[in-house]
């Protein structure tokens, strides 16, 4: 069984909804988080080349998990060292799930690393020296999905597998908005961490002189196209509401699960329209007295369209 540690110490704000799941779903979602987690820091890590990264993540996309664990060592954040040492463990849970759970996960891992492997082909430097932007919104959008809209698809097809009263639903639009939702909560973390990115050589908004972007007082010059960005960002996540309206009550355990990123989500977004993201200087969060109060608040409304309805279209509204 996994431990609770692990995922607390690697999930991060996604561990509140991992908790929240119902149980038929818990240990499925769960290990597929872990396991994405890991292919995350192996794509991210310092302790080896860009090759070997590339070369340990083409293993995992073939279900090879073998050689990950010889990176723990050089991880300087102990939550992301324990993850690597345990991750044998999660291969050997991944195994004892059944045949379509296990081919669920590694449909969704395949795709996840292959978006993290396109990411190290596109941007080939390590700091804003070598700094390079995305081409077209094309391909932010193609980027968002493979990372993140991918997840909601998952999400939505390990649903109707295990709960019947998802699987009552028309599932062509449970995924469709599903992979929007995914989308727009990615995309809130690109334009949260645009400052930050810039600076390890990466500019996911297609920018035609992405160097300009590395001087917060440029700001003015991409003010109107960041906002049709955070724009794009808000309709996703509309998408993502009506996905929680279409979850009948009795599933209020997974309402909650998926209201949480979307609350937290408009709040980025309201704190995002009022800052300069190309300040480094500056991080954009909500915060943690807030996020309490939207898990008090969607737990007290969580049966009811009506009230969570007033919460969403007031956050919206706040977003805008």
């Not at 324990?82 to 296990?102: F, H, I, N, Q």
């Not at 960002?233 to 993502?240: E, I, M, Q, S």
């Not at 807030?290 to 919460?311: C, E, H, K, N, P």
Request: proline residues 4%.
């Amino acid at each position: 069984m996994i431990s609770d540690d692990l995922l607390r110490g690697v999930s991060r704000s996604f561990y509140l909804s991992l908790r929240v799941l119902p149980v038929e779903l818990r240990p499925q979602i769960s290990l597929a988080d872990l396991l994405a987690r890991a292919s995350d820091t192996v794509a991210d890590t310092k302790a080896v080349t860009r090759q070997r990264r590339l070369q340990l993540l083409g293993d995992m996309r073939r279900s090879d998990f073998r050689s990950v664990s010889e990176l723990a060592s050089g991880q300087a954040l102990p939550a992301e060292r324990l993850l690597l040492e345990r991750l044998g463990d999660c291969v050997a849970e991944l195994e004892s799930l059944t045949p379509d759970d296990r081919g669920l996960i590694r449909s969704l891992l395949d795709t996840i690393v292959s978006g993290q492997i396109l990411d190290l082909e596109r941007f080939p430097g390590e700091s804003e020296r070598e700094l390079a932007a995305l081409s077209d919104d094309a391909e932010l959008d193609r980027y968002t999905y493979l990372v993140a809209g991918c997840v909601g698809e998952f999400w939505t097809r390990m649903c109707a597998a295990h709960l019947s009263a998802f699987a009552a639903l028309d599932q062509g639009e449970m995924v469709r908005l599903g992979v929007r939702f995914g989308k727009g909560l990615q995309l809130v973390n690109v334009l949260r961490d645009l400052a930050g990115d810039l600076r390890i050589g990466r500019c996911y908004l297609p920018a035609a002189q992405p160097r300009r972007l590395l001087d917060p007082g440029n700001f003015d010059e991409v003010r109107e196209i960041y906002g049709q960005w955070l724009d794009t960002a808000l309709g996703h996540l509309d998408a993502g509401w009506r996905y929680v309206l279409c979850l009948p009550p009795q599933l209020w355990r997974l309402r909650l699960a998926c209201i949480w990123p979307i609350w937290i989500g408009l709040g980025t977004i309201a704190l995002l329209r009022r800052s300069n993201p190309l300040d480094p200087s500056r991080r954009v969060m909500v915060a943690q007295n807030r996020v309490y109060f939207f898990l008090v608040q969607s737990a007290l409304f969580s049966r009811s369209d009506r009230l969570l309805g007033l919460t969403y279209r007031r956050l919206r509204a706040a977003a805008l």
